[in-house]
């Protein structure tokens, strides 16, 4: 029941997600008639407001999408709590007031307090994912890391060694955790940048995608299993943790 009940939650979760990515655009408003009455009203329209909007929008819905990819790939974990599943619904909650907050931005982008509204749901947001994080790292890992002697110790009256197991599991947890912090980063430097300038702070939000980027090309790699000095018994052992994680 519990294991339906997830898969639940996932569906949900992609659902609110979608209907979240769609709402974004539609919060671009498209002028009338009467407002729009001659070329230079246009060009107005255009520079003022429709160039800002559509940048707006094209960084919140990789906003989105990078929180729905996070989502993926924390339910790939096996150990998922009821604690956890409030947390997710508290997460998508909070997910969608970002159509709302972006159509805020595409009127008031150039106010502090918008700014800082918008960057601070993005934190919000982002700090429930690690949290989130941890309960799961937690839940998954917390018989091996309280008992880790005990295993080593049974496995190797087996004739099993482990030696780098404790280090790479740190490693692949170390990956997901980085590309988690990525939006929390970006997001205060925003927050400091809303006071300086509005461009900047809204402009700020597209390091998300680039550190994102960095941290899978420098460490996704380090992460496999050819690339790590383990004896077979250690792989087949550990390739069932990254399992785990990367859902692969």
């Not at 508290?90 to 800082?116: E, R």
């Not at 912090?181 to 430097?189: D, G, N, Q």
């Amino acid at each position: 029941m519990f294991n339906k009940l997830t898969d639940r939650h996932a569906a949900i979760t992609d659902g609110v997600f979608a209907i979240a990515m769609t709402i974004l655009v539609l919060e671009i408003a498209v002028p009338t008639v009467a407002v729009i009455s001659s070329d230079a009203a246009l060009d107005e329209y255009f520079i003022n407001y429709l160039a800002p909007s559509i940048l707006i929008y094209f960084i919140s819905f990789y906003l989105v999408y990078n929180f729905w990819e996070n989502t993926v790939i924390l339910f790939n974990f096996n150990k998922i709590s009821y604690g956890i599943l409030t947390l997710n619904m508290l997460t998508m909650a909070s997910v969608c007031l970002i159509p709302f907050a972006t159509g805020f931005f595409f009127n008031f982008y150039n106010y502090i307090n918008v700014n800082l509204f918008f960057s601070l749901l993005i934190l919000i947001i982002s700090l429930l994912y690690i949290l989130i994080f941890i309960l799961l790292i937690r839940n998954t890992f917390k018989g091996y890391f309280d008992k880790k002697d005990e295993i080593k110790n049974h496995l190797r009256n087996d004739g099993i060694e482990l030696p780098n197991l404790k280090l790479y599991v740190r490693g692949v947890t170390l990956t997901l955790f980085y590309i988690l912090l990525a939006p929390v980063c970006t997001s205060l430097i925003s927050i400091v940048l809303a006071f300086v300038s509005p461009l900047l702070s809204v402009l700020s939000f597209l390091l998300t995608l680039i550190l994102v980027f960095i941290i899978r090309m420098k460490r996704m790699g380090k992460d496999h299993l050819e690339n790590v000095d383990l004896t077979d018994d250690e792989k087949e052992f550990v390739d069932n943790i990254r399992k785990s994680i990367y859902g692969e």
